[in-house]
């Protein structure tokens, strides 16, 4: 593909850089994504092993959004099927159904619990009238919106497994931001403080799904870019950003091995944030490396065991909070496809929230494999025997992680990337956002639209055409 005036590179290829790209090739422009895995999709790829399919950690797609949702039922027609939500928490030795249910929770914790928790959350209700509550931290948050016992329990096991620190750095704004996902948060309310189930997003008993992964999406985004006689190249990595005047002139890849220089007008980055900055030649000023290093992301290892059985649960998901079990959560991938596995098997996925280099990270895959085993099997869920195959992977930059005083940092970095005249950050790592899917496909589908009304406006675009997939 020759450069020309309404040529544009986007680096990475999950779903934001596949959207954005997608709906620029509709709209007739010239577009490369370079993608450094083998295959593309990022966070929400689908492995495939020996008839076997799997996603890091299962992933629903629902939005409230229904230009989103129209956009991918179009994109992916027959391929899409309804799941039916069924979920449990493992808490004090018993599975409790998810969202909680009121009767299920009181009986489950036990009514002195429930009794101490309608207290302690009665006690900051008081409290919160005669002051407003100061929220820096997910804790201080939590404490005031579900009482202290509550977080004592259930949030802070729970959320510093998830993240990994103690609840008192973790950012309230987090919670801000992801109050529709804090889906555990919302579940709790409703099974003790009587909200609508109705009006939370995360706690809808319908999911859509594509029956071979949910990596399905990404590659369907694919197939049209290449249909559009565009091009999509994976085992390529961006590797260095060459600018000059705050305006990019070409990036070096490495592809296959092989380094190349590229060209184009505009540039769409969903790679982190923090590893963008990293590649920028000449780099960027000190202070803006200093606070890149201060952003951190939450990465995450997954071990998926291959079982001799149809089925092992009857679940989508099963919340894991105790520490004492290293993993945070499992899926079994069957009941959300049953193509997800050979006839007459089935697949268990273990997410294991850690940090690069980390105790968990560094463990052999023998050692991953035979610890999830061995704790699926104390669960009540599998003998070790029915054990046919197993998979472990690595997955870095899962979570951004938003500590206390995150968003200041973000907020730099963003007016320094700001200065640049054609570069577009986009996506969940790309921008540090707690991004859905449904998110980072419409954060892309938005950079794009934002490229085709830049080119309209400064005529480089002649014959850019209105694409019909603009929602
Ligand atoms: C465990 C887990 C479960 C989740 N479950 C759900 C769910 O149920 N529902 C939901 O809606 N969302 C879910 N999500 C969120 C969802 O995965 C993300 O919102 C979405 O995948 C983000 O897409 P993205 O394109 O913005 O980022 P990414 O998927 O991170 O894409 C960035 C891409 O850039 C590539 N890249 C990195 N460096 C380079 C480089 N130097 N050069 C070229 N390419 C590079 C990466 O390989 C990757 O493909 C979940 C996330 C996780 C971690």
Redesign the pocket.
């Known amino acids: 593909m020759p450069v020309t005036d309404n040529n544009i590179i986007i680096?990475?290829?999950?779903?934001?850089?596949?959207s954005a790209g997608y709906v620029l090739t509709m709209a007739g422009l010239g577009v490369k994504v370079?993608?450094?895995?083998s295959v593309?999709?990022?966070?929400?790829?689908t492995i495939t092993h020996d008839g076997y399919r799997f996603?890091?950690?299962?992933?629903?797609?629902?939005t409230k959004d229904r230009g989103l949702n129209d956009f991918v039922k179009g994109l992916m027609g027959e391929e899409l099927i309804s799941v039916l939500r069924k979920s449990k928490i493992y808490m004090r030795n018993k599975y409790l159904d998810y969202p909680l249910k009121p009767l299920n929770a009181i009986f489950g914790l036990g009514i002195s619990t429930t009794i101490e928790i309608l207290l302690t959350y009665a006690a900051e209700k008081i409290k919160n009238l005669i002051r407003k509550p100061q929220n820096i931290s997910l804790e201080d948050w939590v404490v005031s919106n579900f009482g202290r016992k509550m977080f004592n329990i259930y949030f802070k096991e729970y959320s510093e497994k998830v993240w990994g620190i103690d609840c008192g750095r973790i950012s309230a704004e987090w919670v801000a931001q992801r109050i529709r996902g804090l889906s555990l948060a919302i579940a709790v309310k409703n099974a003790f403080f009587k909200l609508t189930a109705k009006d939370v997003p995360s706690l809808v008993d319908v999911f859509l799904y594509p029956k071979l992964g949910i990596g399905r999406i990404s590659e369907r985004l694919k197939e049209h870019i290449e249909a559009g006689n565009n091009i999509v190249l994976t085992d390529?990595?961006?590797?260095r950003i060459n600018h000059s005047n705050f305006k990019i002139d070409s990036v070096v890849?490495n592809s296959h091995g092989r380094f190349v220089t590229e060209k184009a007008v505009e540039f769409i980055s969903?790679?982190?944030i923090t590893?963008l900055l990293k590649?920028l030649h000449p780099p960027p000023p000190e202070n803006i490396l200093v606070t890149a290093s201060q952003l951190k992301f939450r990465d995450?290892v997954i071990v998926a065991v291959m079982i001799n059985r149809k089925r092992v649960t009857d679940q989508t998901w099963i919340y894991i909070p105790e520490q004492k079990i290293p993993f945070g959560r499992i899926h079994e991938p069957t009941n959300w496809s049953e193509k997800m596995a050979p006839e007459g098997r089935s697949i268990l996925v273990a997410?294991f929230f850690s940090f690069k280099g980390d105790r968990i990270w560094n463990k052999s895959d023998e050692d991953l494999i035979s610890i999830t085993v061995e704790n699926l099997e104390n669960l009540g869920f599998i003998k070790k025997d029915e054990v046919v195959d197993s998979v472990v992977l690595r997955?870095p930059?899962?979570?951004p992680l938003f500590e206390v005083g995150y968003k200041e940092k973000c907020d730099e970095i963003y007016k320094y990337l700001d200065r640049f005249k054609n570069l577009h950050i986009?996506?969940?790592?790309?921008m540090f956002r707690y991004?859905?899917?449904?998110?980072?496909i419409g954060?892309?589908i938005n950079t794009a639209k934002k490229i085709i009304k830049k080119m309209q406006d400064t005529r480089f675009g002649r014959g850019v055409e209105e694409t019909s997939c603009m929602i």
Do not use: C, Q, W
């Open positions: 680096f990475g290829g999950g779903l934001a850089g596949l370079f993608e450094s895995d593309v999709g990022g966070l929400s790829k996603d890091l950690g299962g992933h629903r797609f629902f390529s990595g961006i590797e890849i969903s790679i982190p590893n590649m995450l997410e997955v930059n899962a979570y986009t996506g969940r790592s790309g991004y859905n899917m449904d998110h980072a954060s892309g």
